[in-house]
């Protein structure tokens, strides 16, 4: 079984900066992209951001040029710099991963951004 958890979210005034890491732990035999999504309850869930294993990243607009996403591949960690925060950055953040050719999802971290 593959378990991913979140940690790094909290509470942060408009303008500062949070880093989320996304730790994959289980029986895993393949990681292939790694991302994060966000979710304000009674919407849809939207990508933030995503990197393959080779490196190549995509970013949703709203964050292009202030969130920057990494991984680290030997600890199956994906890790989300978020910069310049606004207060509509405010959600809950998801971390995806495709490993084993499986999609799994972390439980979720509460990112707010209020002053």
């Known amino acids: 079984q593959v378990q991913l958890v979140e940690s790094g979210g909290g509470l942060v005034q408009p303008g500062g900066s949070l880093r989320l890491s996304c730790a994959a732990s289980?029986?895993?035999?393949?990681?292939?992209?790694m991302g994060w999504y966000r979710q304000v309850p009674g919407k849809q869930r939207e990508l933030v951001a995503v990197?393959?294993?080779?490196?190549?990243?995509t970013y949703a607009t709203s964050v292009k040029g202030r969130f920057i996403i990494s991984r680290d591949k030997p600890k199956n960690t994906v890790y989300l710099q978020m910069n310049s925060l606004k207060p509509e950055d405010t959600d809950v953040y998801y971390c995806?991963?495709?490993?084993?050719?499986?999609?799994?999802w972390g439980q979720g971290i509460q990112v707010t951004v209020s002053s």
């Open positions: 995806n991963a495709d490993i084993n050719f499986r999609s799994s």
């Open positions: 289980g029986s895993i035999s393949s990681v292939n992209s």
């Open positions: 990197i393959t294993r080779s490196g190549t990243t």
